[in-house]
């Protein structure tokens, strides 16, 4: 009479469980660590949109050959480009939005603050220096307009 050796295939219960223990206890440890690095993340790319933004400010004042003024709202989280479209060297509000940009679409938890909205002269330098803070939970970021016209991030 020959008997069968019967083979075990696949997992016991037991074996299933502590591998879902596991996971469980490496996503409880990595997920706190993942939400901070994503607020960090946000903060870091609203930082760059502005300066890219500011750049793009002095490029327009270059081409246009104008005054182009960056006005940080008061709501904090849009800001609008302005040329001076009277050629009078003043930018003013009346004279028309050329961009309008809203942070919150990209970037919920950030908030923009300004000491100064900068303008840019038609030479790419800045007749008037600002500094624009990006804020959130994770901390700030300031984004400075030199009066060479250089926008730099720093922080």
């Known amino acids: 009479m020959t008997r069968f050796k019967k083979t075990a295939r696949g997992f ?7 591998v879902i223990a596991l996971i469980a206890i490496l996503t409880a440890i990595a997920v706190p660590g993942y939400q901070t690095f994503m607020v960090r ?3 870091k790319g ?7 933004d500011l750049m793009n400010a002095r490029m327009m004042a270059v081409s246009l050959n104008q ?9 904090g989280h849009t800001y609008e480009i302005w040329s001076d479209a009277d050629g009078n060297g003043t930018v003013a509000t009346n004279e028309g939005v050329n961009i309008s940009k809203d942070v919150h679409q990209d970037y919920h938890d950030v908030a923009l603050s ?14 008037q220096l600002g500094t624009v803070t990006v804020t959130n939970s994770a901390g700030s970021r300031d984004i400075t307009v ?7 991030v720093s922080n």
């Open 146 to 152: 030199a009066i060479s016209g250089r926008v730099a």
């Open 46 to 52: 609203a930082a760059r949109q502005v300066m890219s």
């Open 67 to 75: 005054k182009v003024k960056v006005h940080i709202e008061a709501d």
């Open 114 to 127: 300004t000491t100064n909205d900068p303008i840019f002269n038609p030479r790419g330098a800045a007749s």
């Open 12 to 18: 016991t219960l037991i074996e299933l469980i502590v």
């Open 41 to 43: 993340s946000r903060l």
